[in-house]
């Protein structure tokens, strides 16, 4: 720790965000559209869309083509470079691991991904938004589970809304219960082998089994100023246009028209300051991530979104004589309740025929086939359930490596023909919550800033299990109905934290004594403290969470600044 | 429209300084074309030994020859391959990739006498049809792809490997992807059933 006296920021402001992904980029926005001068602290660099987005870089244009610098990889991306995204044209989106190091028992390995630049995972993230139910928030009350959600559908319904009309979500109205349909814009088409697939569920399932086009971050149509997608395909290397959701594109630049937003990238904030005369937090002490400096900043409130374990980690750190074991822990669940989605298990096959159709244009969107399990009638061998993500294409060139044949004839039929449609559905599952899956501080091991590292146990419980199970049964037995063939099911066995969907680690709840958080992704302990990313969350559902933590910071910075107006805070 | 037209169109870039919009793909690409260049000047490779380069460039002759379009050895997929082993492939793997060559070497002279450039074009053609007749035909699980590296490296599986880098260097050539498949980078709208 470096032993200069911290620089003081002589700025007074009205409140801190920690963090501009997702959730940090929806609360700047709403305080400072709420009249809140805020600072936002970014751990990160900045992000210049015209330097750094590389989506209409073609590979020829790489020096390795898209194969990457493997040796570069291996010694500074090891976690990292496992997820596809991590790619040799945007690598630099995610973290360095050496700088940013965390650990895990080897039995228990855990993928922990990350962007840390203005913007967080919201470049890079998957663009699907899918609304949460009654059947998700109640479900820990109904089972026994953990404990319940401090809030139901209808809290928090009006500020999905708010956040898709803000932010532009396509889809298609499908009336289901479990699923919420939203303010959509035009869904995009489904391809002729997914029509048919849908057509066979439908007839064979009803309304029990339904596909539908995933629902997605991205303008159908132009919209509040941004340009309609142009399907160039890779939305995760950036998007000039900002045609899908990013913090870049869209709630950023709202901020910084209000004149009431101070970012400050290069911020990493290692602690909540605590003010034991006030019962408040007073502040955030971090470190300039390009000077090493120590730097203090204060506020009359405190916005935690950055992200579900950096948050946990923050406030692991921030001890204090009330606080010993971190801020706002007197539940002794802060860190606690590790939750991912369980996925990569699913079926593959060919759908016969159509051979002389074809798609044109790169739909970033796939499939989705709502939770079916656990619906209306009770599976014998685990609870919850789990939602399908998948797609049909007929594949390119790339399908050389794995077909027999070389000489002319084969050459000409990789550059003009195209291979049979193929289709693969993979389910996305629920996490039960455990208190034994949880981040403490190491005891020894930090980052390149100083600040504690994390120590992460987690693994996947026997639901889970069950449910990776039960995803390549039903997956291929869909997949059969729609007389597909060459069905093959899969299990990529992929380890906790690799659906890069980890929360749970400060949860929300009704008792001070079992959450951390109140049913206004308040502190219990500390009132002007707000955790609104994925920390908050009590359960896991199984639907993508990031729209979920986009309405909870909406509704929670209206709640925030309803109690600063009125001195309560 | 290429990329620089399109963003003027779409984000008015026009605007701004001319060019600055183009910096992200100038910058990558103009770092890629001194590597592309470097792979390119003078004779030597970094890493294939002429009679390793040797059977490189036969298989991929096979493979993709010259026809009415450019072959894999016009676009020079030798080059890029030792570029991949000097510059990116992690030892295990080059490694891996240089016994692929010496077996299928290996079966080649206890066959017909000498090395697979060396051998007569029949004999060639028909050492290829056995090894491809064992061709994989899907990729690999991650679990495959794991118990893979453990298993000791046969004819069989350098060719598997072999063909892979072939196909991957010849179709993301810029001759190729943009000579002759040339798919619009920026199709505009997305259609998911029209005629082939």
């Known amino acids: 720790m470096a032993a200069s006296a911290p620089e003081s920021q002589s700025g007074e402001y009205d409140a801190i965000v920690v963090g501009s992904g997702i959730s940090g980029g929806w609360a700047a926005k709403e305080l400072t559209e709420q009249g809140l001068r805020t600072l936002l602290l970014e751990a990160g660099p900045p992000i210049v869309p015209q330097r750094d987005y590389v989506e209409h870089v073609q590979a020829y244009s790489l020096s390795f083509r898209g194969y990457g610098n493997q040796r570069l990889l291996k010694e500074r991306q090891p976690i990292q470079s496992q997820t596809g995204a991590c790619d040799e044209w945007v690598s630099k989106f995610f973290v360095d691991d050496r700088d940013n190091p965390y650990d895990n028992d080897p039995d228990k390995p855990f993928l922990w991904i990350r962007g840390r630049h203005v913007g967080g995972r919201s470049i890079m993230w998957g663009r699907q938004v899918y609304r949460w139910s009654d059947l998700d928030f109640e479900a820990n009350a109904r089972e026994g589970i953990g404990v319940d959600w ?106 910084a028209a209000t004149r009431r937003l101070t970012l400050r990238p290069n911020s990493v904030v290692a602690e909540v300051l605590y003010d034991a005369r006030r019962g408040r937090a007073s502040g955030v002490r971090a470190v300039d991530g390009e000077t090493g400096k120590q730097l203090e900043f204060r506020a009359r409130v405190v916005f935690l979104c950055a992200s579900a374990l950096e948050s946990a980690r923050i406030l692991l750190n921030s001890k204090s004589a009330r606080f010993p074991t971190g801020l706002g822990n007197s539940s002794d669940q802060l860190g606690r309740n590790v939750m991912d989605h369980p996925f990569g298990a699913g079926a593959e096959g060919t759908i016969p025929g159509m051979a002389d159709r074809k798609t044109f244009g790169h739909r970033p969107n796939g499939i989705y086939v709502p939770r079916f399990r656990n619906v209306t009638e009770k599976h014998p061998r685990f609870v919850r359930g789990y939602g399908f993500q998948g797609g049909a294409g007929r594949a390119g060139w790339e399908r050389g490596a794995y077909t027999r044949g070389f000489g002319a004839e084969f050459k000409r039929a990789l550059l003009k023909d195209l291979g049979p449609w193929q289709m693969w559905l993979g389910g996305w599952g629920e996490c039960l919550p455990r208190a034994d899956n949880r981040v403490t501080l190491h005891p020894t091991l930090r980052d390149k800033w100083g600040v504690p590292a994390l120590h992460i146990d987690c693994t996947w419980g026997p639901n889970e299990r069950e449910l990776l199970k039960d995803m390549q049964i039903s997956a291929a037995e869909t997949l059969e109905a729609a007389g597909a063939t060459d069905i093959r099911t899969f299990n990529d066995d992929l380890k906790p934290g690799f659906c890069i969907h980890e929360m749970g680690t400060a949860r929300m709840g009704w008792d001070a004594k079992t959450s951390v958080l109140n049913r206004w992704n308040q502190a219990h302990d500390v009132p002007n403290v707000f955790v609104t990313d994925g920390a908050c969350m009590t359960s896991s559902a199984n639907q993508n969470p990031s729209m979920t933590y986009m309405a909870l910071t909406a509704r929670a910075c209206h709640y925030a600044v309803q109690k600063l107006k009125v001195g309560e805070l | 429209m290429d990329r620089r037209q399109f963003l003027e169109a779409i984000a008015g870039f026009s605007t701004l300084v001319p060019g600055l919009a183009l910096l992200p793909a100038l910058e990558q690409q103009a ?24 059977t490189v460039s036969c298989i991929a002759g096979i493979l993709l020859p010259e026809s009415d379009t450019v072959g894999a050895r016009g676009v020079g997929v030798n080059r890029f391959i030792d570029l991949l082993l000097t510059e990116s492939m992690l030892e295990p793997d080059r490694e891996r990739f240089l016994k692929g060559l010496e077996e299928i070497d290996a079966r080649s002279r206890s066959l017909y006498g000498a090395p697979l450039a060396s051998a007569r074009p029949e004999d060639q053609e028909s050492l290829l049809q056995a090894l491809d007749a064992q061709l994989p035909t899907r990729p690999p699980s991650p679990q495959e792809t794991e118990a893979l590296a453990h298993e000791p490296v046969t004819a069989e599986r350098g060719y598997a490997t072999l063909k892979q880098l072939v196909v991957f260097a010849y179709f993301t050539s810029e001759p190729v992807a943009r000579g002759l498949i040339n798919a619009p980078i920026i199709p505009g709208r997305y259609d998911g059933c029209v005629s082939t």
């Open chain 2, 31 to 54: 770092f890629a074309a001194q590597v592309h260049a470097r792979a390119r000047a003078g004779t030597a490779l970094g890493t294939l030994t002429p009679a390793q380069d040797a």
């Open chain 1, 150 to 255: 401090p809030i139901r559908y209808a809290d928090i319904a009006p500020w999905y809304s708010h956040v898709e009309k803000f932010i532009g979500v396509s889809g298609q109205q499908e009336g289901l219960a479990q699923l919420p349909d939203g303010e959509f814009l035009p869904p995009m088409e489904l391809n002729c082998a997914e029509v048919r697939v849908r057509d066979a569920m439908a007839h064979r399932w009803g309304r029990e089994r339904v596909m539908t086009i995933g629902r997605a971050a991205i303008l159908t149509r132009p919209h509040l100023g941004r340009a309609a997608c142009h399907y160039c395909g890779p939305c995760w290397r950036g998007c000039i246009t900002s045609s899908y959701f990013s913090s870049n594109g869209v709630t950023l630049p709202a901020a």
